[in-house]
């Protein structure tokens, strides 16, 4: 009766009270390794997702820069309108052909339907790659 009531009195109760705290202890540790490992992988995927972000904005302003250079009457003999031109012309390729594009009656500005189907299918597929990274990641790993 003198003794207080978290102490063991034999040496068999101190020994289950020892392994269980070992066991609490790995279970512990185990749980923040299994957090640790989640956390990299989310940050890994949000690199990629925000990499992907980054890719098709620049294509998307470069597709957009093109289109303002073909409707304003831009000089396309121009060392930054003809950089630009040769720059997206890659992105162009699969579009080239899709519409003819109506112009002015002279002909001297033209309104590049392409680049903007262009940049609309860019910029749906960039957002179904985004989807994808996201439905890979699953939910945010939980913070203590």
Do not use: C, H
Request: no cysteine; hydrophobic share 45%; net charge positive.
């Amino acid at each position: 009766m003198n003794q207080p009531p978290n102490r063991p009195q034999n040496p068999n109760e101190r020994e289950q009270r020892y392994q269980l705290q070992q066991e609490r202890e790995a279970l512990i540790l185990k749980q923040e390794k299994q957090r640790l490992k989640a956390a990299n992988r989310y940050r890994t995927l949000a690199w990629i997702r925000n990499s992907i972000a980054l890719l098709v904005g620049a294509l998307e302003i470069l597709l957009a820069i093109r289109f303002l250079l073909r409707i304003s009457l831009a000089n396309l003999e121009n060392m930054f309108a003809s950089f630009i031109m040769n720059l997206s012309a890659p992105f162009m390729r699969p579009f080239s052909t899709l519409f003819i594009s109506p112009t002015n009656a002279d002909a001297s500005r033209i309104f590049d339907l392409n680049v903007l189907v262009a940049m609309a299918v860019y910029g749906l597929l960039g957002g179904l790659a985004i989807a994808l990274v996201n439905y890979l990641q699953g939910p945010e790993p939980a913070q203590k």
